[in-house]
Structure formats: C-alpha cells, structure tokens
C-alpha cells in the first residue's frame, strides 16, 4: 500500500477516481429519472383530478407533460399502474394532512370541522366519477382505496367517537361501531350516480352537509353548544 509522505500533494488512486466519478454519475440519472417519473404522477394526477380516471388516456398525459408516450411505458408498464400509483400518493397527502389536523385539533368536534374543510379543499378539484371509475376499472387502484378506507380513515372516526365521548361532548350512549360504519359510507354517499343524478347540488356542498348532519347526529347538549359556535367560523 503506497503512503502518503508529508509535504507531497495527496492524489486519489486512480479506481477511486473512477469509483467516484461513476457514483456520481449514477446519482445523478437516479435523481434524473426520479424527476421524470414524478412529473408523470403529477401530471397524470392533475388530469385525473379534473377529468376523471376513465377519461383520461395515455396519450393526453404524454401531451401534457410533452414527453412521448413511449418514454411514460418505461417507468409505468400500464395506465392501471399510473392510477394505483396516483391513488398512493394522493392517500399519502390525505394521510399527512389529516394527522396535522388532528394534532392541532381543540376537541373531537373541531378535529371532524378540520376535516370538512380538508375535504372540501380536495373535493372543490375531484370529478365526481373518480371512485365510480375506480371501482369499475381500476381493481389495483380500488383495493389499495379501499385498504386506505377500511384501516386508516375506519380508525380515525373510531378514535375521533371516543374521544368525543371522553370529552362530554358527544352522547356517551352512541354504538362507536355502528357510528363509525355510517360515517364511513356517508362520505361516499356523494360520489354514487344514483345520487348525483337526484341531487343536483355540487360534490362539496352534498358532502359538507352529510357530514355537518352526521356531527349533529352525535353530540351531546355540551357538544351541540359547542358546534353551534364553531360553525359560524366554518361556513
């Protein structure tokens, strides 16, 4: 092994050189092709947000970005992995925003006033066929949403009741199971056919009232004072 000597300038053996100058190179197409790949998922969610999964083909996607489709096959084999890979990243920033507001939450009725507005924001920006698509053509999608539904936002209804009920300000008499199923199904209430087809209303406001029914639907005289305040602030 050759030593450095003291007062000679230090040079790097030859393989580190190009050890390095390759690592270098490979982060450098790593990140390019990270960036690459998120400009698809972006793109490819915004159209799907305003247009609906079924709509919206490949080709438009590649239009959008201007990026050839063929370019958009190498990093998503099939429009069915494009969807499922939109639906996580969408339940990801669902995720992430709901747990900041639960944290900054006064009480459990503040936490589901919190939540109208989230859901609000992302509803003002969703056509109103996006889950009807994805449960009609899109298996992959639709299971991870419903895995997102029955685990995560079943758990967060289940503890917002409890801790309703801990507070005195909801009706400690209510069944959390039934209560927590209702809720689940009363948020897709708005997304059926059926529904849009009878309720001419737009998908935020159908779904804000449901929810606002559903929080008068739990509170306890304590609670209902305390919503009666709060909704002045929310409307």
Known sequence: MAHHLKGEPFI?????????????????????????????????????????????????????????KKTIYQFFPDKE???????????????????????????????????????????????????????????????TFQSHRNNYIQKIIRENLQRGIAEGNYREEIDIATLTRLRMETILIPFQPEFQQSVKAPLVDAAKELSIHYLFGVVSPKGYKLLTKYIPKNN
């Open 81 to 143: 992995t494009l969807v499922a890979d939109v639906v996580k990243m969408i339940i990801i920033q669902n995720e992430q925003n709901c747990e900041h507001d639960r944290s900054i939450a006064k009480d459990a009725i503040h936490e589901v006033l919190l939540a109208i507005n989230q859901m609000s924001n992302l509803f003002q920006h969703m056509n109103p066929s996006l889950i009807f698509d994805l449960h009609k053509y899109y298996h992959q999608g639709y299971l």
């Open 12 to 68: 790097l053996p030859k393989e580190t050189l190009i050890t390095t100058k390759v690592s270098v190179v490979l982060r450098r197409m790593t990140t390019a092709l990270t960036d690459q790949s998120h400009r698809i998922r972006q793109e490819a969610h915004t159209l799907f947000m305003r247009y609906g999964f079924k709509s919206v083909s490949m080709d438009d996607i590649a239009s959008a970005i201007g990026m050839s």
